[in-house]
């Protein structure tokens, strides 16, 4: 999966994966070096949608700026499942 992520959506992953839990902390490590079992994808890919229904969306239920971000690593991460 590394190679589909480019530098912004690395810093992002760490920064979903970053609360403390050292699981989440070994989820980023993985997606960032392409490792993630089917499972792990599936993980980041709900932390990704959590994060999106939370603070990516206006109050009219479109993406902002940063939902359109995080729609585009969703994208990134989900590659790796159609491969």
Same mark, same amino acid.
Request: aromatic share 4%; net charge negative; glycine share 4%.
């Given at each position: 999966?590394? $190679? ?7 810093? %992002? =992953? *760490? &920064?979903? +994966?970053?609360? @403390? ?5 070994? %989820? #980023? $490590?993985? #997606? *960032?070096?392409? =490792?993630? &079992? ?6 980041? +890919?709900?932390? *990704?949608?959590? $994060?999106?229904?939370?603070? @990516? *969306? &206006? ?7 940063? @939902?359109?971000? /995080?729609?585009? /690593? /969703?994208? #990134?991460?989900?590659?790796?499942? =159609?491969?």
């Amino acid at each position: 999966m590394n $190679e589909l992520l480019n530098f912004h959506q690395k810093n %992002l =992953i *760490i &920064t979903l +994966c970053s609360d @403390g839990d050292v699981s989440k902390r070994s %989820l #980023a $490590e993985k #997606a *960032i070096n392409g =490792i993630l &079992t089917s499972d792990e994808v599936e993980e980041l +890919c709900n932390l *990704i949608s959590n $994060e999106f229904m939370l603070n @990516g *969306i &206006t109050e009219s239920f479109e993406p902002n700026d940063y @939902g359109k971000e /995080l729609e585009n /690593l /969703l994208d #990134a991460v989900n590659k790796n499942r =159609i491969k």
